[in-house]
């Protein structure tokens, strides 16, 4: 009797090692990167801000833009590769109807220009965020993000990275359809 | 990383390499001025407290990344404006979650970081406390005459492992 | 040819370790002598494979052979020979090669110098060494093999060694920190052996202490190797970051120092038995699981390997059945032990085990800050980072009873202590050591902070105590000097151990409390003056290197009018990975360290420079330095080298039987 509670109670640290190596392969299983964060912005409404259009220096922008319908908030630059890696799917989900604010992030205007000229334009609206300043409100931690935004203007999830075929259809277009 | 493998290979190669060249091998150094020393050190303290989120494990102090230069500009710009070092943590976490400070809040799972050790050491103690308890009643449990001998051969012992 | 013959024996290794595992084992459960004495043969045997392995991935550094991956990605031809050769352990594969080569250094030493031990024991020891073995060669094998060719297309020339490993501290910083890391897989052989034998005695004990001794020797030297090198190579000035790399080594450190105390308790006193094993095969796990961290990329980390999740899994699975078996084992064997020393609460076995208290909750402070970010996340509950300020206060609370635990323990006597007899002495360490903190802080500091004063104080209580009880020791039966001659070098050891450890604490007190960091805007010609230290930025220069191409800022300083010292500062951009780097330029001294480091030149032609005034850093590194010297000398102690065989119990535990 004494040895098999001396037993458990030696089993102690097996258990507990048992534990923490659950622990330890599910992010391995799931593949999930350490690196990507959660937006703390999730639940909330999208930042007050002003910005000018990208084509249009006069023209002006502010955080109604994103009330009426849902949408999608994509961050990009020029100086990022990842972000011309997915353009072309953009470009596709804008095909399907999708409504995307589009959101320069610290990059060059006239490049900025070229680029949706050339590569084609998907977004609706394009925002020109030389300073940051709307990228540092939205906590933006390096291009591309792309940020689901519902009809009240409220964010429900954000995916850094590259956006593409399959993570639209693993994720983000559950959470897309499920939005009001 | 799923990402990458359905696009073109090269762009994955080219953002490998610039991860790689990413590397913390250069200090970030640049020189701020302020109103007075209080509020130097609240920027010195901020920028060891807060965490560059697009580094790999480094504050804004130590990175060289762009974002952590635009944090330590908008730190220096919060601190200039004469808030406190809470006023500008929590404005960073409002944007960019607990994972922006090195200091974690109290959730309930962060309290077993302060629990864990406390219940060790309690629990650590209490067993030797314990184990000495059961050792001294066996003792108690010896005759007379062997515990005087015990007493006798523990005495030469101890004069032995004096040694 | 070269590199599939250095495949070739790596897979022979493989094989001969299985071997080793196996036909010794069945030797022991048979009786069969021949297969018992094989396991020493075997153990040379593959040795002698590994390590041609290992020499021809060196030759083929040297020789820039480019058609092999490994080299092609991690070399280059302006590389120096000496980094060529360091660069053999600069990335994962060939570290993991590393590994395994220190690995079989330490089974083949194993096998050759303990011909005092029984030899079902020692093929025991070498069998369980053969299979750790034979997992990491599978791995190297399967996932991370250092000889994989680029052919038919190779390159002209290398992609470079990563030029922060291109640094002399970064030639000798891992083989150090793997010999301590595998070094720990003496110790956990020592341990399964005696748990499968079912005999886990004070001659156990005795035969793991050397070699645990000697595996925390070199760890502790790597780890402040590593600490050092990021002072001087990142130009951050910092000591210590708390990044889940670093975490990974201090924990190992932290369960060995645990386990070398526990050891000397199991040997002499035969108790706390089942807790030294539970020591022994933590140590190892701890060490494995660092591995495990830094290879697999669960965590995020400023210098961890590329990351792969196939690699991490394979670590993990192998994880699993190496520390679930050996844990499991455990449960069931060390169940049986009995203890037999019977010690009061006031005791030198209890301060011991007080300490090992304090030691393992440090450890677990460190565990739960590296791990709970991931498990964080993982429940849900979102990101979390845990850094400096949570670990800087864990450790700052926890150092406290340990230091003064520390102190008094060697004063105690084992099995009783009268706590009257020490109240005196205690009394006089406690004022000596508050005077002599004061007196140095005095001379040494700018201003009092209290929590200058109290690591001060710990630091001193710690010298005060450890100087009393060697001259309690030697006074004891004989004249002060006489009696100290006759101390043995383990006694020595010990004190001299924990003189390191207050070196340290003195060290980090100053540096955390007193330095001086200045990030400031200097044109050439301008200077700026603190702590009495006037640093005059003379000229800048450019420069240019084998490898790089750069600046080069020069600076005369002086104190109180006295010229100290000229420093130059470096810039330098690695040509072939167009790398930036900061080469800080430091003035070293016993009582503080003068750092430079250049920053970005400024619009208007001035330049951002980084100046730091870090008094006594040095002892932090001095510290474990003296602590790694205790254990060299414990290990010479001459019990360690007798010929007989230690298989008579230890003398005092006739006490107990005959009562």
């Known amino acids: 009797m004494l040895n098999k509670r001396r037993i458990l109670m030696l089993l102690v640290p097996f258990v507990i090692f048992i534990i923490g190596a659950i622990f330890l392969a ?3 299983l799931k593949g999930s990167d350490p690196s990507k964060l959660e937006s703390a912005l999730i639940g909330q409404p999208v930042p007050k801000f002003t910005l000018q259009d990208i084509f249009n220096q006069n023209k002006q922008y502010n955080a109604d833009i994103f009330k009426g319908q849902k949408m999608l908030l994509n961050v990009w630059a020029t100086w990022c590769p990842t972000c011309y890696a997915e353009h072309t799917y953009l470009n596709k989900l804008a095909n399907q109807g999708l409504y995307i604010v589009g959101m320069n992030y610290k990059d060059d205007r006239q490049k900025a220009i070229r680029w949706l000229k050339e590569l084609h334009n998907p977004y609706q609206i394009s925002l020109f965020d030389k300073s940051g300043l709307l990228g540092l409100d939205l906590g933006v931690y390096g291009a591309p ?6 009809s009240q203007g409220i964010i429900r999830y954000r995916h850094v990275g590259d956006l593409n075929e399959q993570v639209w259809n693993d994720k983000l277009s559950a959470i897309y359809e499920e939005m009001q | 990383m799923i990402a990458v493998r359905n696009m073109a290979f090269y762009i994955g190669l080219i953002i490998s390499i610039t991860a790689l060249t990413s590397y913390p091998a250069q200090a970030a150094i640049e020189s701020f001025e302020f109103d007075n020393a209080q509020q130097e050190q609240t920027f010195y303290e ?12 480094q504050n804004i102090a130590d990175s060289n990344a762009e974002l952590a230069k635009d944090l330590r500009n908008k730190a220096y710009q919060l601190v200039k404006q004469g808030q406190t070092k809470e006023q500008v943590v929590d404005y960073m976490v409002t944007r960019f979650g607990n994972f922006v400070r090195y200091d974690p809040p109290l959730t309930p799972a962060t309290i077993f970081l302060w629990l864990g050790p406390l219940l060790f050491v309690m629990g650590g103690v209490f067993i030797l406390v314990k184990q000495v308890k059961t050792q001294t009643g066996k003792k108690q449990a010896l005759a007379p005459q062997e515990k005087q001998k015990l007493a006798s051969l523990l005495a030469q012992h101890d004069r032995d492992s004096e040694r | 040819m070269l590199p599939e013959i250095g495949q070739f024996s790596l897979i022979l290794a493989c094989v001969l370790s299985l071997l080793q595992t196996v036909y010794p084992l069945y030797g022991v459960q048979t009786g069969h002598q021949g297969a018992i004495r094989s396991a020493k043969m075997f153990t040379i045997l593959q040795f002698i494979a590994v390590a041609s392995s290992f020499v021809i991935l060196a030759y083929l550094f040297l020789i820039n052979d480019f058609s092999v991956t490994y080299i092609a990605t991690n070399s280059n031809s302006a590389l120096p020979w000496y980094y060529r050769l360091s660069a053999v352990w600069g990335a994962h594969e060939g570290s993991l090669l590393l590994w395994v080569f220190l690995l079989a250094t330490w089974s083949i030493a194993v096998a050759l110098m303990s011909r005092n031990l029984p030899v079902e024991s020692i093929a025991r020891v070498l069998a369980v060494l053969g299979l750790l073995a034979f997992g990491f060669y599978l791995f190297v094998i399967l996932t991370s093999n250092p000889f994989e060719r680029t052919l038919p297309y190779f390159p002209i020339d290398g992609r470079d060694l990563n030029p922060l490993l291109q640094d002399f501290g970064l030639v000798i910083h891992p083989p150090m920190l793997y010999m301590g890391y595998v070094g720990f897989s003496v ?30 020797m070199f760890l502790t030297v790597g780890i402040a190797l590593g600490s050092w090198w990021a002072y001087y190579e990142l130009g951050w000035g910092g000591w210590w970051f708390w990044d ?7 924990m190992p450190w932290l369960a060995g120092t645990a386990l070398i105390h526990s050891l000397a308790v199991s040997e002499k006193r035969g108790v706390f038995k089942s807790w030294t094993v539970l020591l022994a095969l933590s140590a190892f796990s701890l060490s494995l699981l660092g591995t495990f961290l830094v290879r697999s990329g669960v965590l995020v980390s400023v210098h961890a390997f590329a990351s792969d999740p196939t690699r991490g899994l394979f670590i993990l699975g192998f994880l699993i059945l190496v520390i679930g078996g050996a844990l499991l084992l455990y449960a069931v064997q060390a169940s049986k032990v009995k203890s037999r020393g019977r010690y009061e609460l006031a005791s030198r076995e209890s301060l011991l085990l007080l300490n090992n208290i304090f030691l393992i909750a440090a450890l677990i402070v460190v565990l739960l800050g590296t791990l709970l970010p991931l498990v964080h996340k993982e429940i849900g509950l979102g990101s979390i980072s845990i850094g400096e300020p949570f670990f800087n206060r864990m450790f700052t609370i926890l150092i406290v009873p340990f230091a003064l635990f520390l102190g008094v323990g060697s004063l105690f006597r084992w099995k009783r202590q009268k706590l009257g007899e020490l109240v005196k002495p205690l009394l006089a360490i406690l004022l000596l050591s508050i005077a002599s903190s004061l007196t140095f802080l005095f001379v040494f500091a700018p201003a009092l902070t209290w929590l200058a004063m109290l690591g001060a104080f710990l630091g001193f209580w710690i010298i005060v105590s450890v100087v009393y009880e060697i001259y309690l020791r030697s006074t004891h039966r004989h004249r002060f000097i006489s009696g100290i001659t006759k101390l043995g070098n383990s006694h ?14 003195i060290g980090i007190t100053m540096t955390q409390n007193y330095s001086i960091e200045k990030d400031v805007k200097l044109a050439t010609g301008e200077h700026i003056t603190f702590e009495h230290y006037d640093f005059h930025f003379d000229q800048i220069n450019a420069l240019n290197g084998e490898n790089y191409v750069g600046t080069v800022g020069t600076f005369s300083v002086t104190h109180d009018q006295q010229q100290v010292a000229v420093m130059h500062a470096e810039k330098r951009i690695y040509t072939v990975q167009r790398m930036p780097m900061t080469e800080a330029a430091i003035d070293a001294g016993f009582i503080r360290d003068l750092y430079i480091a250049m920053g970005e030149q400024l619009p208007d032609g001035a330049w951002a420079v980084r100046i730091y005034y870090k008094p006594f850093i040095r002892w932090i590194w001095l510290g474990p330095l003296i602590m790694a010297f205790a254990g060299l000398l414990m290990i010479c102690d001459k019990r360690y080298r007798t010929k007989k065989p230690a298989l008579i119990e230890p003398k005092h535990n006739s006490g107990e039987q005959n009562a």
């Open chain 1, 145 to 150: 993000e792309t940020f689901l935004i519902d």
């Open chain 1, 26 to 28: 599910t992010p391995l």
């Open chain 3, 187 to 216: 110790a956990f052989a020592f341990a399964i052996a005696a748990l499968l034998e079912g005999r886990l005695d004070s001659a156990w004990a005795k035969w793991s202490r050397p070699w645990t001794m000697a595996a925390w």
């Open chain 2, 46 to 57: 901020l920028t060891k407290l807060l965490r560059c989120p697009k580094c790999q494990n």
């Open chain 3, 244 to 250: 889940p790399v670093e975490n990974a080594s201090f």
């Open chain 3, 492 to 505: 020595w050891a010990m004190s001299l151990g924990h003189l390191g450890l207050a070196v340290m604490i």
